[in-house]
């Protein structure tokens, strides 16, 4: 068996007395309220479907290097061009 003697005792003193202690274990406990807006809610945009598609090295890279140019993002670009096709094409 384990020798427990050797353990360090935490020794806290005692207890106060229930006068000198505090009635705030009948009190409500009263979280903070936490303003703060983190930037994960700030990005949200609405969109929760994953689009995966197989396409060519080069086309890859040039969706890329269109929406970096235009400072978009790849998703945004994508919903351009379905639109400009759309008012080419007719809408659905």
Do not use: C, W
Not at 54 to 64: C, Y
Not at 76 to 90: F, P, Q, V
């Amino acid at each position: 068996m384990a020798d427990l003697s050797t353990f360090k005792k935490k020794n806290l003193g005692t207890p106060p007395s229930l006068n000198d202690a505090g009635n705030n274990l009948s009190a409500p406990e009263v979280a903070p309220l936490d303003d703060s807006i983190d930037g994960r809610s700030l990005k949200k945009t609405g969109r929760t479907e994953q689009l995966a598609t197989r396409v060519t090295a080069e086309f890859h890279k040039k969706v890329k290097m269109l929406a970096a140019r235009d400072e978009l993002k790849i998703v945004e670009l994508l919903e351009k061009s379905i639109a400009l096709y759309e008012n080419k094409h007719g809408q659905l």
